[in-house]
C-alpha cells in the first residue's frame, strides 16, 4: 500500500457520550465445561505453554458482537489455553467500558475487551478519555462481521424509509421543515454506529448534522426510548433492532450486511501495558477467542448461542428474538423477509476470507471516515500509517493462529483487503482514501 504508508495525527475533539456508571456484572460463566468438537468446523488442539498469568478482566456490551468472547469463557476455551480465570464483566455502556478501561483491573476495572471502532485509537491518543490521558491500545483481533441493523419506529411505516432513502422522495427532509426533526441514535458518537447510520443516510441525500438531530443511546435502551416516542431510529447490534419487529414497536430499513457486505464491525483490543506484560497470556486469550469464533460461526451451534445469551447474566431477551437473526432471517417488519445466512452474523470467515484477523486497511475505513465528518483532521490521512502500526497487532494475531495450528489458508498474508464497495456503488481503496472521500458527496471536511 502507498498512500497507507502514512502517519497518524493528533487533533483533540470533544466526546459528548456520557461516562455512564462505572458499574460491571461479573458473569462466571462455565468454565468447567469441556471444549467440544462440532460438525464441520476446525477446532484446534494445542495448548498453549506456561502464561504470565490466569487473569484478565474483559469488557463486553449485550449485543451479538460479544458472542466470541461470551462463548470463549462459557465453552472453556479460554481456560483450555491456560487462561483459568478470565472474567468477562457486562458494561453499562460504552462510556463506562471506556472508563473502566482508563483506570485498568488493578484500579477495579478492567484490561480490555470489546470495543467499535476507532474506540481504541481515541483511547490512546487521549480524545476520549479524561484529563486527554493517552491509555495506549493493541487492536488483537476483529470479533465478528454483521450483526447491525438500522431500525425505525412504526409511525414512519410506508413512508418508504428504506435501504435507499432516495425512495422516499425527501420524506425526512420535509419532516425537518415541517418542525418535525427526525430524531436519531446510535450507542456511541463518532465510532462504528454512528457511520452506520450516518452513511446510511449521506447515500439517501440526507445531511445526518443538519437535516436531523442525532442521540447517544446505550444500546438496552434504545428499544424503550422508541416505545416512548422519543426518537424515530436508532443503529446498534442484534438483537436490539430485531426486537422492535418482534415487540410490533418498528421496523428495520437496513441490515448493516445490506450497507457493506462482510463489513469490519466490533474489535477485541487490551491495554498495551498488559499485552506488553504478558505476551504469552495474550496469545491464549487469542487462541481461546479463535476456538469461540469458529463454534459460533458453525450453525448447529446457533440454536444454543441464542439459549444461552438469552439467560438473564447475559442479554436477557427472548430466545424467539435472537435465534432468527443468528441464522440470517429478518422479518424487517416493512414486508421485507430476508432469509440468507451470509447475511447473519459472522465471526471465523465471511465470503471474503478472515473474519477474525484485523486488517489494517479497515482501521484506515474508520480513521477515514472520522476525517469525513470532522472528528479528525484531513491531515490524519497524511499521517495514518505510524498510528496504525503502533495500535494494531495483527502481528499477535498471526503468531497466536500458528501456534493455535490453524491452516494457513485462513491465515491472511496481506493486511489490506483490498478495495470495499458499498452498497451505493461508492468504493474505498485503502491505497487511496482521499480519492473516496472526494467520491462522497455529503461530508464535512474539503478535500
Known amino acids: ?37 462440532t460438525t464441520n468446523v476446525p ?5 498453549s505453554g506456561d502464561v ?4 484478565a478482566k474483559l469488557g463486553y456490551i449485550p449485543i451479538v458482537e460479544s458472542a466470541p468472547m461470551l462463548i470463549a469463557k462459557e465453552k472453556g476455551f479460554f481456560a483450555k489455553y491456560g ?5 468477562i ?44 490521558k493517552k491509555i495506549p491500545m493493541y487492536v488483537l483481533a476483529q470479533l465478528n462481521t454483521h450483526g447491525n441493523g438500522i431500525a425505525i419506529a412504526g409511525k414512519h411505516k410506508g413512508k418508504k424509509v428504506g435501504l435507499n432513502l432516495n425512495d422516499s422522495g425527501g420524506y425526512i427532509q420535509k419532516l425537518k421543515a415541517d418542525g418535525k426533526k427526525f430524531i436519531a441514535a446510535h450507542t456511541f458518537p463518532q465510532a462504528n454506529q454512528d ?19 442525532l442521540l447517544t443511546v446505550p444500546s438496552a435502551q434504545t428499544v424503550a426510548n422508541m416505545k416512548t416516542g422519543t426518537m424515530d431510529a436508532f443503529s446498534t447490534g442484534d438483537p436490539w433492532p430485531y426486537r422492535i419487529v418482534a415487540d410490533k414497536t418498528g421496523f ?6 445490506e450497507v457493506w457486505k462482510n463489513h469490519p464491525e466490533e474489535y477485541l483490543a487490551m491495554r498495551a501495558d498488559w499485552v506488553d506484560k504478558h505476551p504469552k497470556a495474550t496469545k491464549a486469550i487469542l487462541k481461546g477467542l479463535m476456538e469461540a469464533q469458529q463454534w459460533c460461526d458453525n450453525f448447529d451451534n446457533r440454536k444454543e448461542m441464542a439459549e444461552i445469551f ?35 452474523a459472522l465471526y471465523w470467515k465471511d465470503e471474503k476470507g478472515s473474519v477474525s484477523y484485523p486488517y489494517k486497511s479497515h482501521d484506515l475505513w474508520f480513521l477515514t471516515e472520522s476525517v469525513r465528518w470532522g472528528f479528525l483532521p484531513v491531515e490524519t490521512l497524511d499521517t495514518a500509517k505510524e498510528m496504525i502500526d503502533k495500535v494494531n497487532r495483527e502481528d499477535i494475531w498471526k503468531e497466536a493462529a500458528t501456534e493455535a495450528g490453524i491452516v494457513a489458508a485462513d491465515i491472511p498474508s496481506s493486511t489490506s483487503r483490498g478495495v470495499e464497495k458499498f452498497f451505493d456503488g461508492i468504493e474505498f481503496d485503502p491505497e487511496n482514501p482521499k480519492a473516496y472521500l472526494q467520491s462522497l458527496k455529503i461530508k464535512k471536511v474539503s478535500i
Not at 504470565?52 to 487473569?55: A, C, D, F, R
Request: with cysteine; hydrophobic share 35%.
Open 252 to 257: 428495520m430499513s437496513a441490515l448493516t450486511a
Open 43 to 47: 477446532v484446534t488442539t494445542n495448548a
Open 83 to 87: 487462561m483459568t480465570d478470565v472474567e
Open 89 to 132: 464483566s457486562k458494561q453499562a455502556n460504552w462510556g463506562a467500558a471506556r472508563d473502566n478501561v482508563e483506570i485498568g483491573s488493578e484500579g477495579g476495572g478492567i484490561d480490555g475487551g470489546q470495543w467499535q471502532m476507532p474506540m481504541p485509537y481515541l483511547i490512546s491518543m487521549g480524545k476520549i478519555t479524561k484529563g486527554n
Open 52 to 55: 504470565e498469568t490466569t487473569k
Open 1 to 37: 500500500m502507498s498512500n497507507f504508508q502514512n502517519q497518524f495525527s493528533r487533533r483533540k475533539f470533544l466526546a459528548i457520550a456520557g461516562t455512564g456508571a462505572a458499574t460491571s456484572i461479573l458473569l462466571k460463566g462455565c468454565g468447567g465445561n469441556t471444549p467440544e468438537t
Open 195 to 213: 457511520f452506520w447510520i450516518r452513511y446510511w443516510l449521506a447515500a439517501g441525500g440526507v445531511n445526518p448534522d443538519t437535516d436531523i438531530e
Open 310 to 344: 438469552a439467560r438473564r447474566e447475559y442479554f436477557n431477551v427472548p430466545v424467539n428474538v435472537l435465534e432468527p437473526p443468528f441464522f440470517g432471517k429478518y422479518d424487517m417488519g416493512d414486508g421485507r423477509i430476508i432469509d440468507d445466512r451470509s447475511m447473519a
